[in-house]
């Protein structure tokens, strides 16, 4: 009996249909392949070559019932579910950590960034700096009062691309204490007579922070407006 059986299976596998030995050997075969993956890092692609391969080696004397394959389409459904539905917390989740909770640190702190508004601090004067599109062998930053009149023009002098920082001192150019306030600051900058791209940066508090929907944070900076995070060049 055992050898007419054996014929037929022969005989079967010739024809290309899988008897259910052959479904063993080929559901071994497909776990054996898998088995280096656990179910929740299985993807839809491992899905479907496992449930391919079911389908095509299937008993064709015992088939996979309908609820069965029904039921394998549920959990294949419902983890697929999971998974998305997993990104998309992460996602949120890192946007809440790592935007919000990060620009929020910036209110109470002073920001260098693109700017032509300076306030003076308490013992006079202020700090600023040049940022430089190209390497300068002349560079000069002039400060002017509220009512536009120069109050002090700065030679930096030669300077490399980058950024070029300066310090004034709060005092007209005969010396005497040009006060507190607000200041308007240009600068200028040339090599060898062509003219090089120059910006001013000037240092700022931020007072709050915005959350734009479905955008990143925005820096409320004083004397400069709003600003993104990313206009940030330093932090003190």
């Not at 202020?126 to 536009?148: Q, R």
């Not at 090089?196 to 400069?224: E, F, K, R, Y």
Request: charged share 15%; glycine share 12%.
């Amino acid at each position: 009996m055992a050898t007419t059986t054996s014929a037929f299976d022969a005989a079967l596998n010739k024809a290309g249909i899988s008897t259910a030995a052959t479904a063993k050997a080929a559901a071994a075969a497909a776990a054996k392949s898998s088995n280096s993956k656990t179910l929740n890092e299985m993807g839809p692609g491992d899905f479907i070559a496992l449930l391919t391969a079911q389908m095509k080696n299937q008993d064709p004397f015992e088939p996979v019932d309908n609820s069965q394959m029904v039921a394998q389409m549920a959990q294949f459904s419902s983890l697929a579910g999971i998974s998305e539905m997993g990104s998309t917390l992460k996602s949120i989740s890192g946007k809440l950590s790592g935007g919000a909770a990060d620009a929020a640190a910036y209110v109470g702190k002073t920001v260098l960034t693109p700017g032509k508004t300076a306030y003076t601090r308490q013992s006079g004067g202020f700090a600023g700096a040049v940022e430089l599109g190209a390497a300068a062998s002349d560079v000069k930053v002039t400060i002017k009062n509220s009512d536009g009149t120069t109050v002090r023009t700065l030679n930096l002098g030669k300077q490399e691309a980058g950024t070029a920082s300066y310090d004034w001192d709060g005092k007209w150019e005969d010396g005497t204490d040009a006060g507190a306030g607000a200041y308007t600051v240009t600068v200028a900058a040339s090599d060898k007579g062509s003219a090089v791209i120059a910006n001013p940066l000037v240092w700022a508090p931020v007072t709050s922070v915005s959350m734009l929907q479905g955008g990143d944070p925005v820096l409320d900076v004083g004397g400069v407006g709003k600003i993104p995070t990313s206009a940030v060049r330093a932090i003190a």
